[in-house]
């Protein structure tokens, strides 16, 4: 699709194009501040808070990119912010630094489970690993990027990261052989 | 590169998708509108704030009283050995009421030394010829300790007294809060004065007359200048005495951020070149019809003409009286009674000293030819000569400064000028007739120019003030041929 035409329209304050530009990524970004947050509220606010960052300085976007990637760039910092700021989330956000119980990346499950069951399963994890786990493995984000967003080091973001992947492979192996677990969700 | 797991976990979350609620798109779109506004809003701000700001402010600084001087004359009663029986006076009409430290209470007495001549006693009651000769005289009720009100009033010699309330806190002033007194008040003080201060209650002092009792024989006021100390948190700058009475002037906390509230009054000058411009063209009109006269002698055949001369640049001067006024930290108002000049150059041919009736049916009495005409389909040049059309105003400037930088002062100026025309020898063109001559009742005398310029100042307090100036009118000088005179010059002005 052609985006440029939009997003001029866009820029000129036409109602028609901002809900035509807001509908057709709105879908996939609120799955994007789905994965951050512990419940649809809050995704569904993120949303809101990012699509009015996005209006507001579209002028920005100077067509050098995906405009999908740029909106979803807005998306995860804005669902970052969101996280910091909220009560609910600040407590959980902190990054230990504790390097203990060197964890093993080679291990690969196969994953069988739906998209939104595999979804929910990364929101119980705790916020902090959730947020590591969600800009590495889905985003795509080197640990180093990662440390400059959420102002921790390199190695904290590693080592988080490779907890969270512990254990989100031990629930997915889990679910592969029906075995329930303690939900960690509010 | 993405491992097994991750590209799966990758891939599963590109499959998700959900659709938001209803409302969400509501709140977007509503919050979008509401920001654009504001933005808009405050693009939009400065410039009307400085349109209604300027004049607002202009009238009510105009009509405010300027109280950039607030006298806190701080009553204090006085002992003196020599004059018990005042002494005493004093006690019993103050004693009740003020519970202010008193360090040497015990020294009145017996006739010692007060080592703090920040206290100060002095006797109330008894105008003093000094402060008679000060002026007006605002008196500070200082508060007592456990009082619970401050008055400030401002009483004028003449009997008449403007209470203004400053404050109704709680407040306790003192002194003995001057600090670091220089060390001749202390030896005089213990020389001469007995030291406690007194304070009087509001009700009181706001009956009695203001009076004050020279301490000594000789008034302190020169001692107490340079002293530290504060009013009402704001900074006394500078102490008079008054006999008895402590005047302190309480800096102003407007003119403590470096705002002066005073009008400046200076000359102005600038020198330059004008020209006549057509509307927002440089370039003169073209002619609706512009073909040379035909075989008649006279060459006035119905539409036919010759078209009239360039009209070249020419010199403009102004000068006159300015007014300036600080409106904020980095803004200013100026405004001011100038003459201004500026001319034109044209090219004429002989002068005809001629009844002649005009295209308009008006007659003259004298013209000038144009530099060319033609007859008989022979053109013929007569002597030509430079004429200057002179334009005489007086005008009245309203412009904004707007210093750019904090620290360099670099002002950036735009404003309005109203210009009335009070003489001008400038010709007019009959195109029928092909022929100059005067007639003012076709120009327009009220005019308005644009003032847009740069300027620098120098000098102490930023006296000379130099830079370059754009004018131009908005109104067209004749009616005629929408000719709009502008002029580049440079400016020059001197602030007292």
Same mark, same amino acid.
Not at chain 1, 13 to 33: D, N, S
Not at chain 2, 71 to 78: C, G, K, P, Q, S
Not at chain 2, 140 to 158: E, F, M, P, T, Y
């Given at each position: 699709?052609?985006y440029?035409?939009?997003v001029?329209d866009c820029l000129?304050?036409? &109602?028609a194009?901002?809900?035509e530009l807001?509908?057709?990524?709105a879908?996939? $970004?609120l799955?994007?501040?789905y994965?951050?947050?512990?419940?649809?509220?809050?995704?569904e606010?993120?949303l809101?808070e990012a699509?009015?960052?996005?209006?507001?300085?579209?002028h920005?976007y100077?067509s050098?990119?995906?405009?999908g990637?740029w909106i979803?760039?807005?998306m995860v910092?804005?669902a970052?912010?969101y996280?910091?700021r909220?009560?609910?989330y600040q407590?959980?956000l902190?990054? &230990?630094d504790? *390097?203990?119980?060197?964890?093993?990346?080679? *291990?690969? &499950?196969e994953?069988? $489970?739906?998209?939104?069951?595999?979804?929910?399963?990364i929101?119980q994890?705790p !916020?902090?690993?959730?947020?590591?786990?969600?800009?590495?493995?889905v985003e795509?984000f080197?640990h180093?990027?990662i440390?400059?967003i959420?102002?921790?080091?390199?190695?904290?973001?590693?080592?988080?990261?490779?907890?969270?992947?512990?254990?989100?492979?031990t629930?997915?192996?889990?679910?592969n052989?029906?075995?329930?677990?303690?939900?960690?969700?509010k | 590169?993405?491992?097994?797991?991750?590209?799966?976990v990758k891939?599963?979350m590109?499959e998700?998708?959900?659709?938001?609620q209803?409302?969400?798109?509501?709140?977007i779109?509503?919050?979008?509108?509401?920001?654009k506004?504001?933005?808009?809003?405050?693009?939009?701000? &400065?410039?009307m704030?400085?349109?209604?700001?300027?004049g607002?402010?202009?009238?009510s600084?105009?009509?405010m009283t300027n109280?950039?001087e607030?006298?806190?004359d701080i009553?204090?009663t006085h002992n003196?050995n020599h004059e018990p029986?005042?002494?005493?006076?004093?006690y019993?009409?103050?004693n009740?009421?003020?519970?202010?430290?008193?360090s040497?209470?015990?020294?009145?007495?017996s006739g010692?030394k007060?080592?703090?001549?920040?206290?100060i006693?002095s006797?109330?009651?008894?105008?003093?010829?000094?402060a008679?000769?000060?002026g007006?005289l605002t008196?500070?009720?200082?508060?007592a300790?456990?009082?619970?009100?401050i008055?400030i009033h401002?009483?004028?010699?003449?009997?008449t007294a403007? *209470?203004?309330?400053?404050t109704?806190?709680s407040?306790?002033?003192?002194?003995?809060?001057?600090?670091?007194p220089p060390?001749n008040?202390?030896?005089r003080?213990?020389?001469?004065?007995?030291?406690?201060t007194?304070l009087? !209650?509001?009700?009181?002092?706001?009956?009695?007359?203001?009076?004050?009792?020279q301490i000594?024989?000789?008034?302190?006021?020169?001692?107490?200048?340079?002293?530290?100390?504060?009013?009402?948190?704001?900074?006394?700058i500078?102490?008079?005495i008054a006999?008895?009475?402590v005047?302190?002037i309480?800096?102003?906390p407007?003119?403590s951020?470096?705002i002066n509230?005073k009008w400046?009054k200076?000359?102005?000058?600038?020198?330059?070149i004008?020209s006549?411009?057509?509307g927002?063209?440089?370039?003169?009109?073209?002619?609706?019809?512009?073909?040379i006269?035909?075989?008649?002698?006279?060459?006035?055949? !119905?539409?036919?003409?010759i078209a !009239?001369s360039?009209?070249k640049?020419?010199?403009?001067f102004?000068?006159g009286?300015?007014?300036k006024?600080?409106?904020?930290?980095?803004?200013?108002?100026?405004?001011?009674?100038?003459y201004?000049y500026?001319?034109?150059?044209?090219?004429v041919?002989?002068n005809?000293r001629?009844?002649?009736?005009?295209?308009?049916?008006?007659?003259?009495?004298?013209?000038?030819?144009?530099?060319?005409y033609?007859?008989n389909?022979?053109?013929?040049?007569?002597s030509t000569?430079?004429y200057i059309?002179k334009?005489?105003?007086?005008s009245?400037?309203a412009?904004?400064?707007?210093?750019v930088?904090r620290?360099?002062?670099?002002d950036l100026y735009?404003?309005?000028s109203?210009?009335?025309l009070?003489?001008?020898?400038?010709?007019?063109?009959?195109y029928?007739?092909s022929?100059y001559?005067?007639d003012?009742?076709?120009?327009n005398k009220?005019q308005?120019?644009s003032?847009?310029g740069?300027?620098?100042?120098?000098?102490?307090?930023?006296?000379?003030?130099?830079?370059?100036q754009f004018q131009?009118s908005?109104?067209?000088l004749?009616g005629?041929s929408? *000719?709009?005179?502008?002029?580049?010059?440079?400016?020059?002005?001197?602030?007292?």
């Amino acid at each position: 699709m052609d985006y440029y035409g939009l997003v001029k329209d866009c820029l000129k304050g036409k &109602p028609a194009a901002q809900r035509e530009l807001y509908e057709h990524f709105a879908g996939t $970004m609120l799955t994007v501040c789905y994965r951050y947050t512990k419940s649809m509220t809050d995704a569904e606010d993120v949303l809101q808070e990012a699509f009015v960052k996005v209006f507001l300085n579209l002028h920005q976007y100077q067509s050098k990119g995906e405009l999908g990637a740029w909106i979803r760039r807005i998306m995860v910092t804005t669902a970052i912010n969101y996280l910091k700021r909220n009560e609910r989330y600040q407590t959980d956000l902190l990054f &230990p630094d504790d *390097h203990l119980h060197v964890v093993s990346n080679d *291990h690969h &499950p196969e994953v069988r $489970m739906g998209a939104r069951e595999l979804a929910d399963l990364i929101r119980q994890l705790p !916020p902090g690993y959730q947020t590591i786990f969600n800009l590495h493995a889905v985003e795509g984000f080197s640990h180093v990027e990662i440390g400059k967003i959420l102002g921790i080091k390199e190695s904290t973001s590693r080592s988080q990261y490779a907890r969270a992947r512990n254990l989100l492979i031990t629930w997915i192996e889990q679910k592969n052989n029906d075995v329930k677990k303690n939900v960690y969700a509010k | 590169m993405p491992n097994d797991f991750e590209k799966q976990v990758k891939q599963k979350m590109e499959e998700l998708t959900f659709v938001p609620q209803e409302p969400v798109w509501t709140n977007i779109e509503k919050q979008i509108r509401q920001k654009k506004k504001r933005r808009s809003a405050i693009l939009w701000l &400065p410039v009307m704030l400085v349109l209604i700001g300027s004049g607002i402010l202009l009238h009510s600084r105009y009509s405010m009283t300027n109280h950039l001087e607030k006298r806190a004359d701080i009553r204090v009663t006085h002992n003196q050995n020599h004059e018990p029986s005042r002494q005493n006076e004093s006690y019993t009409e103050t004693n009740q009421n003020s519970t202010v430290n008193h360090s040497n209470e015990s020294e009145k007495s017996s006739g010692k030394k007060n080592d703090n001549p920040s206290k100060i006693n002095s006797e109330a009651g008894r105008t003093d010829k000094t402060a008679a000769e000060t002026g007006s005289l605002t008196t500070v009720d200082r508060q007592a300790k456990g009082q619970k009100h401050i008055n400030i009033h401002k009483q004028s010699l003449n009997g008449t007294a403007n *209470h203004v309330a400053l404050t109704k806190k709680s407040e306790t002033i003192n002194l003995a809060s001057i600090e670091n007194p220089p060390s001749n008040i202390q030896s005089r003080a213990s020389e001469r004065h007995r030291s406690s201060t007194k304070l009087f !209650p509001s009700s009181q002092s706001t009956e009695k007359q203001f009076s004050a009792v020279q301490i000594g024989n000789e008034p302190l006021m020169q001692n107490f200048q340079g002293l530290n100390s504060t009013f009402l948190g704001r900074e006394i700058i500078r102490t008079d005495i008054a006999g008895n009475t402590v005047a302190a002037i309480i800096k102003d906390p407007l003119a403590s951020k470096g705002i002066n509230r005073k009008w400046r009054k200076g000359i102005t000058v600038s020198t330059g070149i004008s020209s006549m411009n057509n509307g927002l063209a440089i370039t003169r009109r073209a002619m609706d019809f512009n073909y040379i006269a035909g075989p008649n002698s006279s060459g006035n055949t !119905p539409g036919s003409f010759i078209a !009239p001369s360039n009209i070249k640049n020419g010199l403009s001067f102004a000068v006159g009286f300015a007014l300036k006024k600080q409106l904020g930290k980095r803004s200013f108002f100026s405004t001011g009674l100038q003459y201004n000049y500026y001319s034109t150059k044209i090219t004429v041919g002989s002068n005809i000293r001629r009844d002649t009736l005009l295209s308009s049916n008006r007659a003259v009495r004298d013209f000038y030819l144009n530099s060319a005409y033609v007859t008989n389909n022979v053109a013929y040049v007569t002597s030509t000569s430079e004429y200057i059309n002179k334009y005489h105003f007086v005008s009245l400037p309203a412009i904004i400064d707007f210093q750019v930088f904090r620290k360099i002062p670099l002002d950036l100026y735009a404003g309005l000028s109203y210009q009335r025309l009070v003489a001008t020898n400038a010709l007019q063109y009959d195109y029928a007739k092909s022929i100059y001559y005067k007639d003012n009742t076709v120009l327009n005398k009220n005019q308005f120019f644009s003032e847009l310029g740069i300027n620098y100042s120098f000098l102490k307090n930023h006296s000379l003030i130099v830079g370059p100036q754009f004018q131009y009118s908005f109104t067209s000088l004749d009616g005629n041929s929408n *000719h709009h005179l502008g002029a580049v010059s440079f400016k020059a002005s001197y602030l007292f």
